[in-house]
């Protein structure tokens, strides 16, 4: 039984993710404890708890403490089982991060496993579905993880109403050295992204206007362009079960997002996702700061590789210290000469 306390670090849902999918993975009991203690409302929320009701069909577990606001948890894993699993979070919680806990449990079946899920694609605290699908998904592609995810129809807060389908077919998970930009030989010196490489987004709303993504689309546009970068961003509008908004930008393994909210202008949703990746492609880092503590788990998958990032967040210390209670992996950190830190095994 591996003994996990919940309020180390940054504390909060991250920790009963990463735990309870290794838990999965390696078939070892886990207690944890303090869960989410420092929150304003401690315990699990409904995300946290499909997340785990999920993973506890998926492997058969014995579950203790499941339910809403419980600050212990005990799960015990068997086999995990392929198949077909449809999850409603019941709320505008956030289908990436209820991924985030399963795609690790998921790439290690034996079999094929097809999740449904409904929830919130666009919310708070949490990575956008673009972001995981177009930042995330492809470095987890070069290492092994075979997976393909699909938007049917975002969900905002607060009714939700988003539906993914994950598809995750069993995958062998290797590491990846990701301490160059991109396409970037071994050999040459590592310089800033080139002002001319394309951004790459898309700007999203439900049920307001028209103008609403392309303004959003346009201050982007204009504050990367001030800077020399060129991008090109599509603009999408639905008529979706919640109203809101979004952008999300990226280039390589960077991004940038925002979310609209009542009474913040459109402008300024576009302008902070544009202040957002601009200071990740400002750097040489390989990886942005939000991707450095997702890669993390499945490093400890495989045992090895690296990747270089401009600040190590709370976020990925804890999920460092997470990882190494239940592999036999030690991560490193070393600061640069350049002031980037390299996250290796």
């Given at each position: 039984m591996i003994t996990i306390d919940g309020s180390y670090g940054e504390g909060g849902g991250q920790i009963i993710r990463t735990a309870v999918a290794l838990s999965a993975v390696t078939r070892e009991d886990i207690t944890i404890y303090n869960i989410r203690s420092a929150r304003p409302r401690p315990g699990l929320k409904p995300q946290h708890l499909m997340a785990v009701k999920t993973a506890a069909k998926m492997t058969g577990a014995q579950v203790e403490g499941l339910k809403i606001s419980s600050t212990e948890l005990t799960f015990k894993p068997k086999d995990i089982i392929g198949g077909h699993y449809v999850v409603d979070i019941g709320t505008a919680g956030s289908i990436t991060l209820l991924l985030q806990c399963l795609m690790p449990a998921a790439a290690t079946s034996k079999e094929h496993i097809t999740l449904d899920i409904t929830g919130g694609t666009d919310v708070a605290w949490s990575p956008p579905v673009d972001y995981m699908s177009h930042v995330l998904l492809p470095v987890l592609t070069s290492m092994g993880l075979k997976c393909n995810i699909k938007v049917n129809q975002r969900g905002y807060y607060p009714k939700g109403g988003g539906?993914?389908?994950?598809?995750?077919?069993?995958?062998?998970?290797?590491g990846v050295e990701l301490e160059q930009e991109p396409g970037q030989e071994q050999e040459q010196k590592?310089?800033?992204?080139?002002?001319?490489?394309?951004?790459?987004?898309?700007?999203?709303?439900?049920n307001l206007p028209e103008h609403v993504t392309r303004r959003q689309a346009d201050s982007a546009l204009a504050v990367l362009g001030a800077v020399g970068y060129g991008a090109s961003i599509d603009t999408e509008n639905f008529r979706c079960l919640s109203t809101g908004s979004g952008i999300t930008l990226w280039c390589g393994h960077m991004g940038g997002s925002a979310l609209g909210k009542r009474g913040l202008p459109a402008e300024k949703v576009g302008q902070a996702a544009a202040d957002e990746i601009i200071a990740e492609?400002?750097?040489?880092?390989?990886?942005?700061?939000?991707l450095a503590d997702q890669l993390i788990p499945y490093m400890?998958?495989?045992?090895?590789?690296?990747?270089?990032?401009r600040e190590v967040s709370e976020h990925t210390s804890t999920n460092i210290w997470v990882v190494e209670q239940f592999l036999d992996v030690k991560f490193g950190i070393k600061k640069q000469n350049d002031g980037l830190f390299r996250i290796y095994i």
């Open positions: 539906q993914v389908r994950a598809e995750i077919a069993p995958s062998f998970i290797i590592v310089e800033p992204k080139k002002k001319h490489d394309t951004i790459t987004g898309i700007s999203h709303s439900s492609l400002g750097s040489v880092a390989a990886v942005d700061v939000h400890g998958l495989a045992g090895s590789g690296s990747f270089t990032v």
